[in-house]
């Protein structure tokens, strides 16, 4: 048999994926099991939205659409971008793909040749590396600090970048740490992108789950660099709608016009019917999104502290998104029932092992010390794992 692709066979599955799927499998077997991995809002998809999508099906809206879109969808995501983002884009330049995922490939696969570099800030966002290395790219870490809140600065940018250096793949707020950039910071960052010409793919999926006042700010809104700024963004996180499959992306038309051929080639339009879903979210009412975000807030306020109050354990206070990221390696040199803990993985697996609760192990984000806790599940669910938590860190004291 001839070999398979060796770009394939290099790449990891998704973890968080990977960890989502054992949780519901131990779930169906009957282990009661906490499971703190999910990437996704715990709430139903708002009504108007649902109403939306029957009545494309209804209204028999199910052949295929225009590859980069419908015209209104376009036009409502180019609106979006000017209200809150000071992005000013005509439809034309907006690309709706299968997913903020599908955007992100997309780009990389439009920009990207052999050998180029692609700065990705660490901790990162699973799919990142994994996606970079698939165009034949090379990922280049930039690893930030704790103490900076986990935020690249614009000389650690600046002393990473090569000749190769093709974008840089910026998350704001960030997955997993829950980082926020403040508008200073990015414009210091933008500073050096105008220097060195390099492309940066703005991943703002996130956006709308912000807290402590902290602002979303999109670096592609500042002028001198607005023709080198890629913008991700979906409906998936903000309106909990993560199953319908629709990102988007905004761009300069060369970009756009190279990311839409690849779509055109490979999965021709996202669905008919969540297009008018989507539709339905960026045009109605956002007085669920609020809630929503006031819901993460909360949790995020109980499992913060209950978190941070373990011994020996320290963590960054996220600002956004619905994770927290805790380094755990006070605990590496721990041994319980003759297993000695090394890293976040062996974390992750006494966790499941001892009190059935489980974390993604932060390796596949890029830190052998920490793990990554999502708290996009209920309020009684965040009680049962902070107890749990609390007594199994306990066993390894
Ligand atoms: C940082 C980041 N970007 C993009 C995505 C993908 O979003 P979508 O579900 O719209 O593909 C995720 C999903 O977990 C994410 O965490």
Same mark, same amino acid.
């Given at each position: ?5 060796? /770009? ?10 990977? @960890? ?15 499971? @703190? ?27 295929? *659409? ?17 209200? =809150? ?15 903020? &995922?599908? /955007?992100?490939?997309?780009? @990389?696969?439009?920009?990207?040749? !052999? ?28 690893? *930030? ?45 933008? +500073?050096?992108?105008?220097?060195? =010409?390099?492309?940066?793919?703005? =991943? ?48 300069? !038309? ?8 690849? $779509?055109? $080639? ?23 999104? &609020? ?5 993460? %807030? ?12 373990i011994k020996g354990i ?13 380094n755990v390696s006070s605990y590496f040199g721990a041994?319980h029932?003759?297993?000695?803990m090394?890293?976040g993985?062996d974390i992750? $697996?006494f ?32 009680? +049962?794992?902070?107890? %749990? @938590?609390? +007594?199994?860190f306990? &066993?390894l004291q």
């Open positions: 048999m001839k070999s398979l692709s060796r /770009s394939v066979a290099k790449a990891e599955p998704s973890q968080t994926l990977a @960890l989502s799927a054992l949780a519901r499998k131990l779930h169906a077997e009957g282990v009661d099991v906490v499971t @703190l991995t999910a990437g996704e809002p715990d709430f139903p998809t708002p009504f108007h939205i649902k109403e939306a999508a029957k009545k494309a099906i209804e209204d028999n809206f199910t052949t295929y *659409t225009h590859n980069a879109g419908i015209p209104e969808l376009r036009q409502a995501i180019a609106e979006k971008f000017n209200r =809150d983002n000071g992005l000013h884009f005509d439809s034309s330049q907006i690309l709706v793909s299968n997913g903020a &995922k599908h /955007s992100l490939y997309n780009t @990389l696969k439009a920009i990207c040749n !052999k050998g180029d570099e692609v700065i990705i800030p660490s901790p990162y966002w699973v799919s990142y590396p994994q996606m970079v290395a698939l165009v034949d790219a090379k990922p280049v870490f930039v690893q *930030t600090a704790e103490e900076d809140g986990f935020k690249m600065t614009a000389a650690q940018l600046r002393q990473a970048i090569t000749k190769k250096t093709k974008a840089l793949l910026f998350c704001t707020p960030a997955n997993p740490t829950g980082a926020v950039y403040s508008q200073e910071e990015i414009e210091e960052l933008a +500073r050096v992108v105008e220097e060195t =010409d390099i492309y940066v793919i703005a =991943d703002e999926i996130y956006e709308k789950v912000i807290y402590n006042g902290a602002k979303h700010f999109s670096m592609g809104s500042i002028e001198a660099v607005k023709d080198h700024v890629v913008t991700v963004n979906g409906v998936s996180k903000a309106y909990s709608m993560t199953g319908w499959r629709i990102g988007f992306l905004g761009a300069g !038309k060369d970009i756009v016009s190279a990311a839409e051929k690849v $779509q055109s $080639q490979v999965t021709s339009n996202a669905s008919s019917i969540s297009q008018h879903a989507a539709l339905a979210a960026l045009t109605g009412p956002e007085d669920e999104l &609020k809630a929503m975000a006031a819901e993460f %807030r909360r949790r995020r306020d109980f499992i913060y502290p209950a978190v941070t109050s320290t963590c960054h206070h996220p600002c956004g998104a619905f994770y927290v990221f805790p041994t029932a003759g297993k000695v090394k890293s993985d992750a $697996q966790l499941l092992d001892e009190e059935k609760v489980v974390v993604v192990p932060g390796s596949g984000f890029g830190s052998r010390d920490h793990v990554r806790i999502s708290y996009a599940c209920s309020m009684s669910e965040l009680e +049962r794992a902070a107890e %749990r @938590l609390e +007594r199994g306990r &066993k």
